[in-house]
């Protein structure tokens, strides 16, 4: 049976994969998680990512059920650079390796792409060009969202392509290539990320309040007695700018992480703060936008 071989029957090394099936995984590769649960995690997107090598390289039916069935256990690195995995697992199948062996090099691989993706990816590479690009389409240049595309796209098809040669041409020694500085780049990737994120969360998040407290009357330039209020949203700025639109983020995190709620519940509730908090006078414009001052004399 399939599910207790640990070698192929055919152990003669098949020959080199062709261009034309690399290229077909490489853009297979791209549907990782189109069947993404969790059980498996990726599991049935890699084996359909990378099926078409399976087929050249096991001609022996027993064999390719083997090696689909092996391939179909958990599964789960990120999914820009998922082909560095394909390359090497293919370069094991195509030299009919141990199937353990196989099994052992596939988890390893994984593990540290995942973390590396993360962190140069989403908190890096997508964060920052977001910034950019959404300043471009606020501003209402229709380059902003063209640009964002070609950055993103651009750099994900042709990290797939460029790792699925090299990896698949380097072999298992990519392996030692991979682990070697893995702690320390992503380190630096993370910390990289953890500023932008926090320089979107000041910018975007712009939360502000619109409370004016009475604070008696005052007299103007003109001589006129006229109402005095206290800024409040100005206080919080002279203690600490930008200090709502941290608390929010800091709140749809903690919902997220140690209360399990999903995004689509965050967007909801702060759909609901905004609105009665609009309705209400709680929320107004953008900080800073308030001129009423607070420390002009007033009398009773």
Request: proline share 4%; with cysteine.
């Amino acid at each position: 049976m399939a599910s207790n071989a640990t070698t192929y029957k055919d152990l003669t090394p098949a020959a080199p994969l062709d261009k034309k099936t690399l290229n077909k995984m490489v853009w297979r590769s791209c549907q990782l998680q189109a069947s993404f649960n969790y059980e498996r995690m990726q599991a049935a997107g890699w084996l359909w990512g990378i099926l078409p090598g399976l087929q050249k390289i096991h001609t022996n039916k027993e064999d390719l059920a083997a090696s689909m069935e092996h391939n179909l256990e958990f599964f789960n690195t990120h999914p820009f650079l998922v082909t560095f995995v394909m390359g090497i697992v293919l370069s094991l199948e195509q030299q009919k390796a141990d199937i353990n062996t196989i099994r052992s090099v596939r988890v390893a691989a994984m593990g540290p792409l995942g973390g590396i993706g993360d962190a140069l990816f989403w908190f890096a590479l997508v964060p920052i060009t977001a910034g950019i690009t959404c300043n471009m389409a606020i501003e209402g240049s229709w380059l902003g969202p063209i640009l964002y595309f070609i950055i993103c796209f651009g750099v994900e098809m042709a990290l797939r392509y460029g790792l699925m040669y090299w990896s698949y041409n380097l072999g298992t020694s990519a392996i030692a290539t991979l682990t070697k500085n893995a702690k320390e780049f992503t380190r630096a990737a993370s910390m990289l990320g953890v500023f932008v994120v926090g320089a979107l969360t000041c910018n975007y998040a712009n939360v502000s309040l619109g409370m004016m407290i009475p604070n008696g009357t005052a007299i103007n330039e003109a001589g006129e007695t006229v109402a005095n209020y206290i800024d409040v949203q100005g206080l919080l700025n002279g203690v600490l700018p930008a200090a709502l639109s941290l608390a929010i983020t800091l709140l749809c995190y903690w919902l997220i992480k140690k209360k399990n709620w999903s995004a689509t519940k965050c967007i909801l509730l702060l759909l609901v703060i905004g609105i009665v908090g609009c309705v209400f006078g709680i929320f107004g414009g953008a900080a800073g936008e308030y001129t009423t001052p607070i420390s002009v004399p007033w009398h009773a």
